[in-house]
């Protein structure tokens, strides 16, 4: 049976991890920033291997027949110490790519490199803002502290935002359009800040904004190591077949 080591963080890296689990040994590595992650269905390992050189010695060390890179699109430092690692530890490597959304019309977007740069965004006027973005990232709020913050994540801010006005909502998606264009509204929001996650779990918030005229600073995704990769759970899983079963076993 073959050894797949995958790296998730994402809802798709569980579904994965579950579709490969009757035909090989499969680990999940998660980064461990979330408090409570939801239960994984595989056997898993929380925390970092020491960057490039210690997920190569992990791989060794374990008998890892193949590496698979699911983790979140803006994950950008695993996903270059992923590809390097299977170079150095010359196994193979395949990636799980969520395509980004793309503006439609009626949307209102700013698009912006970086977080810094959407708070720079916001302006100087005081907003009502919604913070769509992980913990990680919250912080450099509080240089654009003239602005009341919606905060919305799945773990508790700790430390919280040294800013005079923020709300805090603890909260784990799937978000609908329907619920979300009820926040957006009944929180007065003017504008929204979000990463291009991509998928469908955390769209409804984009489809509201649009659908209530509110603009959206979105942050674009950084550049990912080229490894070969499929955009769906169901064609890497297929990608991942063709590695598990043999030729001959497939017909083939």
């Known amino acids: 049976m073959k050894t797949i080591l995958i790296l998730g963080g994402t809802t798709e890296a569980r579904q994965l991890a579950g579709r490969l689990a009757m035909r090989a040994s499969v680990t999940l590595s998660l980064a461990g920033r979330t408090e409570s992650p939801v239960a994984q269905g595989v056997p ?16 060794r060390e374990t008998g890892t027949d193949l590496l698979i890179d699911a983790t979140h699109p803006y994950a950008a ?31 209102r977007w700013i698009e912006v490199d970086a977080v810094g740069a959407a708070v720079q965004a916001l302006g ?24 009341h913050y919606l ?8 430390p919280k ?15 609908g359009e329907p619920d979300e264009r009820a926040l957006l509204s009944e929180q007065r929001i003017e504008i929204v800040v979000s990463k291009n996650s991509g998928g469908v779990a955390t ?5 509201a904004a649009r659908a209530l005229g509110i603009e959206v600073i979105m942050v674009r995704r950084p550049a990912l190591p080229e490894v070969l990769s499929a955009e769906t759970v169901e064609a890497l899983g297929a990608m991942v077949d063709h590695f598990v079963e043999p030729a001959a076993e497939r017909g083939v």
Do not use: C
């Open 44 to 59: 898993v390992r929380v925390g970092g291997f020491g960057g490039a050189d210690g997920l190569a010695s992990y791989i």
């Open 77 to 107: 430092r695993i996903s270059a110490n992923a590809a390097q690692a299977a170079r150095l530890s010359r196994v193979p490597i395949l990636a799980l790519r969520r395509p980004g959304w793309k503006p439609v019309e009626g949307d």
């Open 124 to 147: 100087d006027t005081p907003r009502r803002v919604f913070l769509a973005l992980g913990r990680q990232e919250v912080a450099a709020f509080e240089a654009a502290a003239q602005h």
């Open 151 to 158: 905060i919305r994540s799945v773990d508790p801010i700790e």
């Open 161 to 175: 935002l040294a800013v005079p006005d923020a709300d805090y909502l603890l909260a784990r998606g799937p978000f």
């Open 203 to 207: 769209y409804g918030k984009i489809a």
